[in-house]
């Protein structure tokens, strides 16, 4: 990654024109040519220095459910336990964090009532507890990162 | 309200824009749509805030930010709104919310993540936070994901 991907990096963390040729334009600002932004973004995601390039969609605002979840995974079984919870398509995120509560998962569903059967369905299979932790409010979500 | 069209155009964008000169024509002609019609849908569900924002979202990891740190709060409720809202303030803060607590064993209710490319700069933002708290801070923690177990996209009800 050079300074010309740090600028695009930052550049595209801002947003992206939505007109016939986007590209074109934020080449521009940043002083490169359409052809090599293009062949620079492609080279970052492939790379995987970028996750994603597109719209962010908001999915509580197209009626969709988002919560947050944990639960104490005795270490013996941390593994079976991964596996269980990671099998359920509603679970998009799992992480591993140092504390007891060890295991933290984001699961998103089309519905709200959903969020309440897929809590149940892994607290039946892994016979643990599962700490529902929904977001009561959001103060701030902005992903921009200085590269 | 989303219709049928909004709900293609979203399946279609969900993995990324194309990377060709005209992107909004190429979703366009692959829907049998107009390039006017997507980019006019795209700019409704931006302002509507369906669309958070059109842009990159870079590897944490990838850019130097290897200490990506959950903090969490015990915070009084009445005061949390205005606090929340300052912590979501501070430059190194990606995101902010108001959780419920799960007492006796989980007290904490503000969450905010933080990142960083040193350990000291994590032990830093911390102290930021928790000088912005002063009193009303009854308690914290810090959670740092050790491995990621999963890690995909959201699906969107279609």
Redesign the interface.
Known sequence: ?DEIDKR??NA?????P???????QVAAQLGLS?QEL?AR??A??D?????????????E????A?T?AAVKAPIERFDEV?EI??AF?E???????????N???VI?T??PEQIQQTIAAIERQTGLSV????????????????? | M?DETDRKI?QA?????P???????TIAEQLGLT?DNV?MR??A??N?????????????Y??G?RFNG?TVWNIPDEVI?EL??K???LEF????????R?LP??PY?L?AMV?SKSQEGVDEQIQRIADLLSSYNQGC?V???????????????T
């Open positions: 990654m695009i990096i595209l963390q801002d947003g992206f939505i007109c016939a040729a986007p590209y074109r359409e293009i973004l492609k970052l995601l790379n995987g220095s970028l996750t994603r390039f597109g719209p962010l969609y908001n999915a605002q197209m009626g969709g988002l947050l991964t919870i990671n398509p679970v998009a995120h799992n992480y591993a964090r140092n504390h007891e509560l295991m933290w998962f998103a089309e519905t700490y529902n932790m929904p977001k009561n409010k959001e103060y701030f979500v902005n992903l921009k990162l200085e590269a | 989303l979203i964008t969900q993995a990324g824009l990377l060709t000169p005209e992107p909004y024509q390039a980019m795209l700019t569900m931006q509507s805030g369906i669309i958070r924002r059109i842009g990159a979202v870079p590897n944490h990838k850019l930010y959950m709104d929340g809202q912590v979501g303030q803060v990606s995101h902010c919310y108001h959780r419920p799960h064993e989980w209710n969450f990142h923690d959670l740092y994901s050790s491995k990621i177990l999963k890690k995909t996209g959201f699906r969107t009800s």
